[in-house]
Structure formats: structure tokens, C-alpha cells
């Protein structure tokens, strides 16, 4: 019974680990075929709405993020985390951050302000927040790993630097480095997913 029940825990990693890879196809592909198109320094990931193809895209790189982030969090409920505590409560979060900003898309950079714009930024203020902050209290209160935690305080502090970087869009001088902070922010939030992964591997292995 327990090496069965352990198989079945440990067998919800992989499809959420596929996906995260999977996620990533579409919007390396969008960096690169719209190379010259858009800076990666000044516009958003958001913004690749607006080359060909890059709707459809982006969609499929949200969602299939947004999927997968609760699939990992399936494996971490799995794994004895509490599921109606705050990370389980935060995680979702990050997710549903991820299909709302999908179904309203951005505004272009330095334009008004319109209502989807507007759920869009906030739904990405929710999850840039959400994330980081699952990952530190995981690493405090259930999965004990430095590495898990400095991650986490990087993407915290690369997301307050990305929140603060819209000042200059809003002031409308100073140099724009939107792009910049939050594909850095990318990186480690991904990161930040992978590392969780593999500390439940580790942790259902052990067991």
C-alpha cells in the first residue's frame, strides 16, 4: 500500500514537468522569429500579442504554464503540503493569474490604459507576487532547501524591481527597461518551478 500510494505520487511529477518544458517552446520561438521586431529590453512578453501569430502563441505558453504549475502543486499536496494552506492558496493564484492575463491581453507599451489592459497588469501583479512568495514559505515550512529560498527572494526582489521599472513608462521619460526586469523575472520564476520539482523528487525518493 505505501510503495503504491508512493508511486502514485511521485507518477503526477512528470506530466507537470513536460508541460513546463513544453511552455517554453512557443515563446522562445515568438523571441526569435520576431528578433528585430521588438526590443527585448523595452517591451514586455506581453506585448508579443501584437506580431503574427503571437496571440495564438502566447496562449498556449500561459495556459500550458498555468496547467503544469497546478499540476506541481498536485505532487506538493501529494507530498503532505497542506491544501487549503496559504502556498496552496498562493500557487493557485499564480495560475489563475496566468489564464487571466491570457484572456485579457496588454495594452501596448506607452498607451492609454484601457480595461483589459488594466486586468491585465493587475492579474500579472497578483501572480508576480504569488509566485515568489509560494516558493519562500515552502522553503521555510515544508520543503527545507536553501536553494528553493534564495530563489525565491531573487524572483521576489526582480518582481519589485519590474513593478517599479513601469515608472518610466508612466512618466513617459527616462530609459524603458520593462522587458528587461521581467524576462529576468521569467528565468528565475522558472527556475524557481523547476527547483520546486525536483525537491519533491527528492523528497517522494527519500521517502
Known amino acids: 500500500m505505501v510503495e503504491i500510494r508512493g508511486k502514485t505520487r511521485t507518477a503526477v511529477l512528470p506530466p507537470a514537468v513536460v508541460g513546463l518544458v513544453l511552455s517554453l517552446f512557443p515563446i522562445v520561438y515568438l523571441h526569435v522569429s520576431s528578433a528585430g521586431e521588438l526590443s527585448p529590453i523595452r517591451y514586455t512578453v506581453s506585448d508579443y500579442v501584437f506580431v503574427a501569430n503571437g496571440g495564438g502563441l502566447l496562449a498556449v505558453t500561459s495556459l500550458t504554464l498555468a496547467a503544469a504549475s497546478i499540476g506541481l502543486l498536485v505532487a506538493l499536496v501529494r507530498s503532505g503540503l497542506p491544501k487549503s494552506g496559504p502556498v496552496a492558496a498562493l500557487m493557485g493564484l499564480w495560475s489563475a493569474g496566468l489564464a487571466v492575463a491570457t484572456v485579457f491581453p496588454t495594452d501596448p507599451t506607452g498607451s492609454p490604459t484601457s480595461f483589459s489592459g488594466a486586468v491585465h497588469r493587475y492579474a500579472g501583479a497578483v501572480m508576480f507576487a504569488s ?14 532547501s536553501a536553494a528553493l529560498r534564495r530563489i525565491s527572494v531573487a524572483a521576489g526582489v526582480t518582481a519589485v524591481a519590474f513593478m517599479l521599472s513601469h515608472v518610466s513608462v508612466v512618466q513617459g521619460d527616462g530609459v524603458v527597461v520593462l522587458g528587461l526586469f521581467e524576462r529576468l523575472l521569467f528565468a528565475l520564476l522558472y527556475g524557481l518551478l523547476f527547483a520546486l520539482a525536483s525537491a519533491v523528487l527528492r523528497r517522494e525518493e527519500a521517502s
Do not use: E, Y
Open 131 to 144: 509566485l515568489p512568495l509560494a516558493g519562500w514559505l515552502i522553503s521555510r515550512t515544508f520543503l527545507a
